[in-house]
T-cell receptor, first 112, second 106 residues
Framework: DAGITQSPRHKVTETGTPVTLRCHQTENHRYMYWYRQDPGHGLRLIHYSYGVKDTDKGEVSDGYSVSRSKTEDFLLTLESATSSQTSVYFC???????????FGPGTRLTVL | GIQVEQSPPDLILQEGANSTLRCNFSDSVNNLQWFHQNPWGQLINLFYIPSGTKQNGRLSATTVATERYSLLYISSSQTTDSGVYFCAVDPGKLIFGQGTTLQVKP
């Protein structure tokens, strides 16, 4: 158990509304990641962070922003949710430079 | 970009049977991980295995980095082994394969 929690675990929202997902870790890991999982696409990297206020884009970053003001929290924001952002979102941490990653329980987001 | 292919895509086993899952990748990687996604959606680390062989109970994995493939062996399968098995390779960031869906029947 890498001490990762995600909130909320489930959310239903409407198109055009802002949504923020939270990833919280308790073990002071430097690297944190947000992925989305969709049928037929596996898991794809949205954004990642390599320290407080240090973030970068992944493969599918359009429509998403992130923030990391504290080591333990990594926030994913959908500024204006669209139906194509209906997905399961996973947060992950890595233990160090070798990039071995551990995943949180996931958040199921439905955009109507 | 790097391509990651897993085979077979689907597998149905009778409880107690053995199986081998394969992961091929198209370029050199820094590391490779195997994950199990259980029927409740949780992603569980199985192995971090950039090269060589590791064993954990009934599961073992072998990566031959020079030939760009990795194998996951499941012996004496149990119904709790059902789910999706992903390999993920790291040429800088983790790239996931499409997964192998395993169903173990009692």
């Amino acid at each position: 158990d890498a001490g990762i929690t995600q909130s909320p675990r489930h959310k239903v929202t409407e198109t055009g509304t802002p949504v923020t997902l939270r990833c919280h870790q308790t073990e002071n890991h430097r690297y944190m990641y947000w992925y989305r999982q969709d049928p037929g696409h596996g898991l794809r990297l949205i954004h990642y962070s390599y320290g407080v206020k240090d973030t970068d884009k992944g493969e599918v970053s359009d429509g998403y922003s992130v923030s990391r003001s504290k080591t333990e929290d990594f926030l994913l924001t959908l500024e204006s949710a669209t139906s194509s952002q209906t997905s399961v979102y996973f947060c992950a941490i890595s233990l160090g430079e070798n990039n071995e990653q551990f995943f949180g329980p996931g958040t199921r987001l439905t955009v109507l | 970009g790097i391509q990651v292919e897993q085979s077979p895509p689907d597998l149905i086993l009778q409880e107690g049977a053995n199986s081998t899952l394969r992961c091929n990748f198209s370029d050199s990687v820094n590391n490779l991980q195997w994950f199990h996604q259980n029927p409740w959606g949780q992603l569980i680390n199985l192995f971090y295995i950039p090269s060589g062989t590791k064993q954990n109970g009934r599961l073992s994995a072998t990566t031959v980095a020079t030939e760009r493939y990795s194998l996951l062996y499941i012996s004496s399968s149990q119904t709790t082994d059902s789910g999706v098995y992903f390999c993920a390779v790291d040429p800088g960031k983790l790239i996931f394969g499409q997964g192998t869906t395993l169903q173990v029947k009692p």
